[in-house]
């Protein structure tokens, strides 16, 4: 259905299918607004970019896909890596604070293999150092800490849609949930050339657009996320139950 309503409409980008998808993905995980992007790379560049970060060094997970490191080196910034913790493998808060210096622009946590780091941590040592908070959520669709949506911790969380993701689409696609309506606004200058619906550039922007195609795939997949999800948390307690007992086996401990 939501294919046959695009070929009708023969509108293929920045039309219906996205602006549903964006309001019903947002709702879904907790979120005020969502912005489609065209990956999850993008997600985190626009996120920094939009943060002011350029130049410095942004410290994210040393366990992580090298795209968050292209996502920060894309926006002008380098990656500096912080170890993890033993027990969970997500990025160490502790650790983190230790490599922080004068040139840290920016903290990015990745929350891995659907797992949220110490995100409570995370914001209170951005709050201190008064550096924005960029999550890297491009593995934890539906992740919530302590209870609460990520949006709850900071105004910027990027998402992949990449095929092998718990949420994903059939190719290349991202977004960003903030909660802050200007952000949002700017965001969506930022990703379509930095037009604001016209034919001039009004800022430096780039061409990251989630595609209608991928919208229509997106919104059928969405309302089996949370099924999704918890088949996925029973199959990993049935690999729990079957290992725990193996030698040289160490279980990672879940958030």
């Known amino acids: 259905m939501n294919l046959r309503r695009l070929f009708q409409r023969s509108h293929f980008i920045l039309g219906e299918e996205l602006r549903a998808f964006e309001v019903e993905f947002a709702a879904a995980l907790g979120g005020k607004f969502s912005i489609g992007v065209a990956n999850g790379t993008s997600a985190i560049e626009l996120c920094l970019r939009d943060a002011g970060v350029t130049g410095g060094e942004v410290i994210t997970s040393a366990l992580t896909a090298p795209f968050s490191g292209v996502g920060i080196r894309a926006a002008g910034a380098t990656p500096k ?28 946590p990745v929350h891995l ?31 919530r800490f302590h209870g609460k949506p990520l949006a709850a911790f900071s105004r910027y969380i990027a998402y992949s849609f990449y095929p092998t993701k718990n949420l994903g689409c059939m190719g290349d696609g991202g977004a960003v949930i903030t909660d802050d309506a200007a952000t949002r606004g700017r965001l969506m200058v930022l990703r379509d ?63």
């Not at 293999?113 to 669709?141: S, T, V």
């Open 81 to 108: 890596f912080a170890d993890v913790d033993p027990e969970t493998l997500q990025i160490d808060a502790r650790d983190a604070a230790a490599r922080m210096t004068a040139r840290t622009r920016a903290l990015m």
């Open 113 to 143: 293999y659907g797992q949220p780091c110490e995100l409570d941590q995370f914001a209170k040592l951005a709050r201190k150092h008064r550096i924005p908070l960029i999550q890297d959520a491009a593995q934890a669709h539906g992740a």
């Open 193 to 255: 050339g930095g037009r604001h619906g016209d034919q001039v550039a009004h800022s430096f922007g780039v061409n990251s657009r989630l595609d209608e195609l991928q919208c229509c795939f997106l919104r059928a997949f969405l309302p089996h996320l949370n099924d999704w999800n918890m088949h996925r948390a029973r199959i990993a307690s049935i690999y729990d139950e079957e290992l725990r007992e193996c030698p040289g086996v160490r279980l990672v401990k879940r958030t």
